[in-house]
């Protein structure tokens, strides 16, 4: 899966879906904002279940397909299975003394934020780069210096 971003006019190559906006187009009722959003295909926000053991016990997380095709492809860049990766984030958590009662917004905020790093230019968008690889203190306090400057 794949995630390309080129802007002015601006392509979006996510996995197998494609967007493209042209922002030299005077923005109408038919051609507004909000036809970005509506306009898509449905499948993206459809909830789908999926079952996954950790630490022996099996955890049901549903999510919409949009955050399950983005935590693959996060996995993907580090050669593991999306359950390798769902399991690491989940020890890794508890380890830092996060409270995971709510694992699902967990994985969602993750995927966003994933995305999000990505759009500000504070993380590559080249899946042959790890993200192992990355210096993870760095980009947080980037993505700290972005939201501080944004508020």
């Keep these: 899966m794949t995630c390309l971003l080129i802007f002015s006019p601006i392509l979006i190559v996510f996995g197998e879906y494609c967007l493209y906006i042209d922002k030299s187009r005077e923005a109408n009722q ?3 904002m909000c036809q ?3 306009s898509a295909d449905p499948s993206l926000w459809q909830n789908v279940t ?4 950790i630490d022996g016990m099996v955890t049901s997380i549903r999510l919409e397909n949009i955050f399950w095709f983005t935590l693959e492809e996060i996995a993907q860049r580090d050669q593991l299975s999306l359950s390798q990766m ?19 917004s967990f994985l969602r905020v993750c995927a966003m934020r994933y ?3 990505q759009t500000i ?8 780069v790890s993200l192992a690889s990355l210096n993870s203190g760095r980009i947080l306090e980037q993505e700290k210096r972005y939201f501080e400057r944004h508020q």
Excluded: C, K, Y
Excluded at 50 to 53: G, H, K
Excluded at 86 to 104: K, M, V, W
């Design 30 to 32: 038919e051609d507004s």
């Design 36 to 38: 970005l959003f509506v």
């Design 50 to 53: 999926r079952s996954i053991r």
């Design 86 to 104: 769902i399991i690491r984030l989940n020890h890794e958590a508890l380890e830092a003394g996060h409270d995971l009662d709510n694992f699902t």
């Design 115 to 117: 995305l999000h790093l």
């Design 121 to 128: 230019g504070v993380l590559s968008n080249s899946p042959e």
